[in-house]
Protein backbone atom coordinates (compact mmCIF):
# COMPACT_ATOMS: atom_id res chain seq x y z
CA UNK A 1 0.00 0.00 0.00
CA UNK A 2 1.15 3.44 -0.96
CA UNK A 3 2.16 5.50 2.05
CA UNK A 4 -0.42 8.37 2.46
CA UNK A 5 1.04 12.19 1.34
CA UNK A 6 0.66 14.29 4.40
CA UNK A 7 -0.06 18.25 3.77
CA UNK A 8 1.12 20.40 7.42
CA UNK A 9 1.23 23.74 8.34
CA UNK A 10 3.79 23.62 11.39
CA UNK A 11 4.09 27.37 11.99
CA UNK A 12 0.62 28.91 12.79
CA UNK A 13 -0.24 31.57 15.31
CA UNK A 14 -3.36 32.88 17.70
CA UNK A 15 -4.64 35.46 19.87
CA UNK A 16 -2.29 33.29 22.69
CA UNK A 17 0.08 35.31 20.51
CA UNK A 18 0.74 39.20 21.22
CA UNK A 19 0.40 39.75 17.40
CA UNK A 20 -2.20 36.82 16.53
CA UNK A 21 -5.45 37.70 14.91
CA UNK A 22 -7.83 34.61 15.33
CA UNK A 23 -8.42 32.32 17.44
CA UNK A 24 -7.17 28.06 17.79
CA UNK A 25 -10.69 27.28 16.83
CA UNK A 26 -10.91 29.16 13.64
CA UNK A 27 -7.42 28.76 12.72
CA UNK A 28 -8.41 24.85 13.07
CA UNK A 29 -11.94 25.12 11.44
CA UNK A 30 -10.09 26.77 8.57
CA UNK A 31 -7.62 23.68 8.50
CA UNK A 32 -9.86 21.13 7.94
CA UNK A 33 -11.67 23.60 5.72
CA UNK A 34 -8.66 23.27 3.42
CA UNK A 35 -7.77 19.84 3.76
CA UNK A 36 -4.44 19.95 6.36
CA UNK A 37 -3.91 16.45 7.90
CA UNK A 38 -1.05 18.43 10.80
CA UNK A 39 -1.60 22.02 12.44
CA UNK A 40 1.17 23.56 14.70
CA UNK A 41 0.53 26.35 16.82
CA UNK A 42 3.78 27.98 17.36
CA UNK A 43 2.71 31.27 20.04
CA UNK A 44 5.39 34.10 19.95
CA UNK A 45 7.34 33.57 23.82
CA UNK A 46 10.07 36.06 24.63
CA UNK A 47 12.50 36.61 27.84
CA UNK A 48 13.71 40.33 27.14
CA UNK A 49 12.59 42.32 30.21
CA UNK A 50 12.36 45.35 27.82
CA UNK A 51 9.94 43.75 25.68
CA UNK A 52 6.26 45.11 26.61
CA UNK A 53 5.16 41.79 25.15
CA UNK A 54 7.49 39.82 27.35
CA UNK A 55 4.39 38.40 29.36
CA UNK A 56 1.85 38.35 27.16
CA UNK A 57 1.98 34.39 26.80
CA UNK A 58 -0.20 32.63 29.29
CA UNK A 59 1.39 28.82 29.02
CA UNK A 60 -2.05 27.30 31.02
CA UNK A 61 -4.34 29.34 28.84
CA UNK A 62 -2.80 27.79 25.45
CA UNK A 63 -2.91 24.13 26.73
CA UNK A 64 -6.71 24.90 28.04
CA UNK A 65 -7.34 26.54 23.95
CA UNK A 66 -5.31 23.81 22.53
CA UNK A 67 -7.17 20.75 24.72
CA UNK A 68 -10.59 22.28 23.57
CA UNK A 69 -10.17 22.01 20.11
CA UNK A 70 -8.11 18.48 20.29
CA UNK A 71 -11.75 17.71 21.62
CA UNK A 72 -13.78 19.28 19.00
CA UNK A 73 -11.69 18.98 16.03
CA UNK A 74 -9.21 15.67 16.87
CA UNK A 75 -11.36 13.54 14.92
CA UNK A 76 -10.35 15.50 11.48
CA UNK A 77 -6.87 17.08 12.59
CA UNK A 78 -3.56 16.80 14.61
CA UNK A 79 -2.87 19.49 16.31
CA UNK A 80 0.22 20.08 17.97
CA UNK A 81 1.28 22.55 20.29
CA UNK A 82 4.28 24.53 20.07
CA UNK A 83 6.42 27.27 20.58
CA UNK A 84 8.55 30.09 19.00
CA UNK A 85 10.99 31.28 20.63
CA UNK A 86 12.48 34.61 20.03
CA UNK A 87 16.29 33.44 20.33
CA UNK A 88 19.24 36.24 22.01
CA UNK A 89 22.32 34.81 23.67
CA UNK A 90 22.01 36.59 26.53
CA UNK A 91 19.01 34.35 27.76
CA UNK A 92 19.86 31.36 27.04
CA UNK A 93 19.55 30.00 30.47
CA UNK A 94 15.94 31.14 30.64
CA UNK A 95 15.01 29.32 27.59
CA UNK A 96 16.49 26.24 28.68
CA UNK A 97 14.63 26.51 32.32
CA UNK A 98 11.55 27.44 30.57
CA UNK A 99 10.87 24.37 28.07
CA UNK A 100 12.10 22.43 30.90
CA UNK A 101 9.17 23.36 33.00
CA UNK A 102 6.66 24.06 30.22
CA UNK A 103 6.21 20.98 27.43
CA UNK A 104 5.69 21.38 24.08
CA UNK A 105 5.53 18.86 21.09
CA UNK A 106 7.93 21.02 19.84
CA UNK A 107 10.40 24.38 19.86
CA UNK A 108 10.87 26.82 16.53
CA UNK A 109 14.04 28.94 17.30
CA UNK A 110 13.82 31.86 15.32
CA UNK A 111 15.84 35.59 15.73
CA UNK A 112 14.36 38.56 15.32
CA UNK A 113 17.05 40.74 17.82
CA UNK A 114 20.92 40.70 17.85
CA UNK A 115 21.61 42.42 20.94
CA UNK A 116 18.21 43.75 21.69
CA UNK A 117 18.56 45.47 18.07
CA UNK A 118 15.48 44.39 15.87
CA UNK A 119 17.67 43.14 13.05
CA UNK A 120 17.60 45.38 10.31
CA UNK A 121 16.33 48.74 11.19
CA UNK A 122 18.14 51.58 11.24
CA UNK A 123 18.98 50.84 15.21
CA UNK A 124 20.92 47.81 13.87
CA UNK A 125 22.06 48.91 10.39
CA UNK A 126 23.74 51.85 12.09
CA UNK A 127 27.42 50.94 12.57
CA UNK A 128 26.67 48.23 10.36
CA UNK A 129 27.93 47.78 6.14
CA UNK A 130 25.51 45.53 4.74
CA UNK A 131 28.05 42.53 5.03
CA UNK A 132 28.48 42.67 8.27
CA UNK A 133 24.45 43.01 9.20
CA UNK A 134 23.81 40.12 7.36
CA UNK A 135 26.70 37.93 9.28
CA UNK A 136 26.10 39.41 12.58
CA UNK A 137 22.24 37.81 12.03
CA UNK A 138 23.96 34.78 10.51
CA UNK A 139 26.21 34.59 13.73
CA UNK A 140 23.44 35.07 15.97
CA UNK A 141 21.28 31.86 14.05
CA UNK A 142 24.03 29.72 14.67
CA UNK A 143 24.56 30.37 18.24
CA UNK A 144 20.67 29.59 18.30
CA UNK A 145 21.62 26.37 16.77
CA UNK A 146 24.25 25.48 18.90
CA UNK A 147 21.94 25.78 21.98
CA UNK A 148 20.72 21.79 21.10
CA UNK A 149 17.16 23.83 22.29
CA UNK A 150 15.16 23.98 19.07
CA UNK A 151 13.60 21.31 16.78
CA UNK A 152 13.01 23.63 14.22
CA UNK A 153 15.08 26.78 13.07
CA UNK A 154 12.37 29.11 11.77
CA UNK A 155 12.22 31.71 8.80
CA UNK A 156 16.11 31.84 8.02
CA UNK A 157 16.80 34.59 6.17
CA UNK A 158 13.75 36.53 8.07
CA UNK A 159 16.50 39.52 7.54
CA UNK A 160 15.10 40.10 4.11
CA UNK A 161 11.96 41.33 5.33
CA UNK A 162 13.64 44.91 5.92
CA UNK A 163 17.21 43.94 4.75
CA UNK A 164 15.54 44.12 1.11
CA UNK A 165 14.48 48.23 1.50
CA UNK A 166 17.48 48.69 3.75
CA UNK A 167 20.22 47.15 1.69
CA UNK A 168 19.09 46.20 -1.81
CA UNK A 169 18.93 42.70 -3.36
CA UNK A 170 20.27 39.67 -1.44
CA UNK A 171 21.84 37.10 -2.82
CA UNK A 172 22.51 33.86 -0.41
CA UNK A 173 25.75 32.55 -2.59
CA UNK A 174 27.08 36.09 -1.50
CA UNK A 175 26.98 34.63 2.48
CA UNK A 176 27.88 31.32 1.42
CA UNK A 177 30.60 30.69 3.63
CA UNK A 178 28.03 31.77 6.94
CA UNK A 179 25.19 29.34 5.70
CA UNK A 180 27.31 26.31 4.81
CA UNK A 181 28.91 27.03 8.38
CA UNK A 182 25.46 27.28 9.81
CA UNK A 183 24.24 23.82 8.09
CA UNK A 184 27.33 22.04 9.08
CA UNK A 185 26.46 22.83 12.47
CA UNK A 186 23.07 21.76 11.95
CA UNK A 187 24.12 18.20 10.42
CA UNK A 188 25.51 17.17 13.82
CA UNK A 189 21.94 17.90 15.39
CA UNK A 190 18.19 16.39 14.42
CA UNK A 191 17.40 19.75 13.28
CA UNK A 192 14.97 20.75 10.38
CA UNK A 193 15.03 23.47 8.27
CA UNK A 194 11.57 25.28 7.65
CA UNK A 195 9.86 26.56 4.56
CA UNK A 196 8.67 29.81 5.76
CA UNK A 197 6.12 31.37 3.36
CA UNK A 198 5.32 34.43 5.39
CA UNK A 199 7.67 36.82 2.70
CA UNK A 200 4.84 35.57 -0.11
CA UNK A 201 1.63 37.09 1.74
CA UNK A 202 3.69 39.76 3.10
CA UNK A 203 4.34 40.90 -0.38
CA UNK A 204 8.28 40.33 -0.80
CA UNK A 205 7.63 37.56 -3.17
CA UNK A 206 10.10 35.25 -1.39
CA UNK A 207 10.22 32.75 0.55
CA UNK A 208 12.01 32.23 4.12
CA UNK A 209 15.11 30.74 3.04
CA UNK A 210 15.29 31.72 -0.57
CA UNK A 211 14.94 28.86 -2.94
CA UNK A 212 18.72 28.77 -3.54
CA UNK A 213 19.49 28.44 0.27
CA UNK A 214 17.30 25.51 0.47
CA UNK A 215 19.38 23.70 -2.57
CA UNK A 216 22.53 24.56 -0.65
CA UNK A 217 20.85 23.15 2.50
CA UNK A 218 20.29 20.15 0.69
CA UNK A 219 24.22 20.28 -0.89
CA UNK A 220 25.56 20.80 2.29
CA UNK A 221 23.68 17.37 3.81
CA UNK A 222 20.50 18.90 5.48
CA UNK A 223 18.38 16.15 6.42
CA UNK A 224 15.32 17.32 7.51
CA UNK A 225 12.41 20.17 6.36
CA UNK A 226 9.49 21.55 8.11
CA UNK A 227 6.91 23.77 6.37
CA UNK A 228 4.96 26.77 8.13
CA UNK A 229 3.00 29.43 6.52
CA UNK A 230 2.89 31.58 9.50
CA UNK A 231 -0.17 32.41 9.29
CA UNK A 232 -1.48 35.17 11.89
CA UNK A 233 -4.90 34.62 10.59
CA UNK A 234 -7.04 31.88 9.37
CA UNK A 235 -7.04 33.43 5.39
CA UNK A 236 -3.14 32.85 5.53
CA UNK A 237 -3.05 29.38 6.60
CA UNK A 238 -1.38 27.05 4.35
CA UNK A 239 -0.49 30.53 2.21
CA UNK A 240 1.85 28.72 -0.34
CA UNK A 241 1.81 25.57 0.34
CA UNK A 242 2.49 24.03 -2.78
CA UNK A 243 5.30 26.35 -3.53
CA UNK A 244 7.19 25.21 -0.43
CA UNK A 245 6.51 21.55 -1.18
CA UNK A 246 8.19 22.43 -4.83
CA UNK A 247 10.89 23.75 -3.25
CA UNK A 248 11.26 21.23 -1.13
CA UNK A 249 10.77 18.53 -3.78
CA UNK A 250 13.06 20.53 -6.36
CA UNK A 251 15.80 20.53 -3.15
CA UNK A 252 15.53 16.57 -3.08
CA UNK A 253 13.56 16.14 -0.05
CA UNK A 254 10.36 14.10 -0.33
CA UNK A 255 9.31 14.10 3.38
CA UNK A 256 8.49 17.16 6.09
CA UNK A 257 8.33 16.99 9.41
CA UNK A 258 6.20 16.73 12.20
CA UNK A 259 6.31 16.33 15.68
CA UNK A 260 4.54 15.02 19.01
CA UNK A 261 6.06 15.71 22.79
CA UNK A 262 9.54 16.74 21.02
CA UNK A 263 9.54 13.15 19.19
CA UNK A 264 10.46 13.07 15.55
CA UNK A 265 8.48 11.59 12.59
CA UNK A 266 9.03 12.31 8.90
CA UNK A 267 6.00 11.93 6.71
CA UNK A 268 5.70 11.86 2.93
CA UNK A 269 5.16 15.24 1.26
CA UNK A 270 1.39 16.51 -0.06
CA UNK A 271 -0.64 19.01 -1.30
Known sequence: MAEKLYSVDYQVHSFCSHDGRSTIHAQCARAVQKGLDEIGFTEHKDFDPFDPEVDYFNYDRYRREIDEARDEFGDALKIRAGIEIDYQIWFEDKIADYLESHPFDFVLGSV???????????????????????????????????????????????????????????????????????????????????????????????????????????QAGGGRISIGSDAHHPDQLAYAYEQAATIARAAGFSRVCTWSDRQLTEVQIGT
Not at 124 to 131: F, K, P, Q, T
Not at 140 to 155: E, M, N, P, R
Open 112 to 218: HYVNRRMIMTDDYNRGRSRLTAYRDYFAAIKDSVQTGLFDVLAHLEYANRRGISAWGPYDPHEFETELLDLFACMARTPMALEINTAGLHQGLDITYPHPRTVQLFA
